[in-house]
Nanobody, 117 residues
Framework: QVQLVESGGGLVQPGGSLTVSCAAS????????MNWYRQAPGKEREWVAT?????????????NYANSVKGRFTLSRDNVKNTVYLQMNSLKPEDTAIYYC?????WGQGTQVTVSA
């Protein structure tokens, strides 16, 4: 079974940037997609973005973003390191949340992102 470990969270000022990572390990099964979700205090977990690659997408990578982060967040992956990155620019206080990665029903432990002056 795959294990997911997020890292890279922290405190950043409004308008700043931060990159969080999701490293996958523990499974030989090919991972074809990775979701990012976030959960703010007192709110439900919400979908942020998805990167899709591998089987069925020859030499291609597809990304999709929630409207609230479109144009500010960018997904990428390092196939050698089996890691997906979520680069977050122009951060706003409302981006404050625990960020989780998810694939195949497996969740990471989350990483806290706080946007505050």
């Amino acid at each position: 079974q795959v294990q997911l470990v997020e890292s890279g969270g922290g405190l950043v000022q409004p308008g700043g940037s931060l990159t969080v990572s999701c490293a996958a390990s523990g499974s030989r099964a090919r991972i074809n997609y990775m979701n990012w979700y976030r959960q703010a205090p007192g709110k439900e977990r919400e979908w942020v973005a998805t990167i899709t690659y591998g089987a069925g997408i020859t030499y291609g990578v597809n990304t999709n973003y929630a409207n609230s982060v479109k144009g500010r967040f960018t997904l990428s992956r390092d196939n050698v390191k089996n890691t997906v990155y979520l680069q977050m620019n122009s951060l706003k206080p409302e981006d404050t949340a625990i960020y989780y990665c998810n694939t195949g029903g497996v969740w990471g432990q989350g990483t806290q992102v706080t946007v505050s002056a």
